[in-house]
RNA sequence: GUGACCGUAGCUCAGGUGGUUAGAGCGCCAGGUUGUGGCCCUGGAGGUCGGGGGUUCAAGUCCCCUCGGUCACCCCA
């Protein structure tokens, strides 16, 4: 044990079931399979991207100055040239939109995604270095249903997943020729507490000042009661979009608060901005976030301005709050038949059989060893065999399988060569 | 990056003030049924007590260092 090798700091290796959900490979398949479910119905296609992208793409995209950017990249260098293990995926799926001008394809582009993203953390609770995201973009429009179509999308993820508590928050941030003034109104009206702000406060007073706005320090919050107020200072357009997007919300039913001090760590967010915060699964309880983001195109290169919106999800969150709050699990599917056998012929048969059932559409196990037919009927046990074919010298002889139901452990003799016909009607 | 707490069998954990071959439950394996699971009974395997150093006649137990884990700050999904 002491000289052997683990998993690097802050990944997780998933296993086959695990007790905990969030390393249980089975619940990982189950939270996919519903999550591309989903995606197909309402009209998004899948897109993948590499790990591995260029750290200027990175930079240039989130910010120099995020924390994401400035501390928490993996970068590697090759020769002259920076990559870096994907921090997120908005920018790099940007990127992908861009190269590919899949602008030129008819209608605006509806895009999801789901995989591994890397940030050098100090790991804890539903904070991993390499952990999943999934999440959506529309690309290509401006039009406030686009920004309330990911919030429905995104919002139909958790309800599918029978998970209530958790609480959708909105805000506009403006656009960016607003979005200086009440930076400066914001440093304005702080600058006079000095003292009684925190270090960390100070410094990002003259980096990153909106990001005060979600402060934890509860001295700071009072102080921030009496801030100048974000979506005072939007303008027009942004404040109207702001209000057709409530208005389309409430049509279908999508419960949210407005919260002015909401904000987001990434530089490439304009006009909405959206968070679901749940409780229960620790001091990260953003289980999802996202907005618009008008201004990233132009920020990696692009000519024209590219209007898109989409919201990002973390999958160890969705399922350590599956988890927390009691929300069904799945089971693993049991087996149809499990194949005992005693002696070389036998087994030779059991091979046979086991295929051919296998070829059938039967989930079929057995163990190729030489353990007792106690052992292989535990093992049987276990896997939660429905029925139990039983193959040794006798049934060799008389070229017919010994069939136990394992529920009411009732016998027969089937012949081999009706054995598959028998086992799949 | 900072801080707190924790490292004893595969897992969950017991092991007052240092003292003979380090324990339990679960799990695993085998036997109780010369070819039959779940329940029960019996037995067995499995531990350099995270690692290193020190104090001591004696350290799982005390001290120092180190590595690892967890949670929190920060940040965000």
Redo the contacts with the bound molecule.
Sequence with gaps: ???MF?NV?GTNDLLPGA?KAIVRTEIWHHVEEVIHQIMLRYGFSEIRTPILEHTGLIARGIGQL???VSK?MFTLERGDTSYVLRP?LTAPIMRSYLQHHLEQQSGVQRLYYLGPCF?A????????RQ?H?FGAEIIGTDDPRADAEIITLMMEVYDTFELTGAKLRLNTLGSAETRPKYREALIEYLIPFGDALTA?SRE?LSRNPL?IL????EAERKILENAPCLPDYVDQESLSNYESLKRLLRAVEISFVEDPMLV???DYYTRTAF?LEYGGI????????GGRYDLLASAIGAKNPVPAVGF???M??LILAMEASGAPLPTVRPFDIWIVS?GETAGKKAFEITHYLRKSGLRVGMEPTK?????Q??????ADAHR?I?L????MQTETA?V?N??T?E?KSIPFIELVENLTK
């Design positions: 044990m002491r000289n683990r700091e007790q995020t924390d994401i928490e997120e940030r953390e100090r790991p804890q609770k539903g904070r991993y952990f995201q960390i990002r990001r979600d402060t934890k320090v987001r760590g990434l968070e620790g001091a990260q309880n953003a289980l999802a976030g990002a999800a973390g160890e969150r005693l353990r007792s037919m106690k052992a009927m535990r093992l049987a046990n276990r139990v039983i040794a010298e006798q049934e010994t136990k394992m529920l452990g016998q």
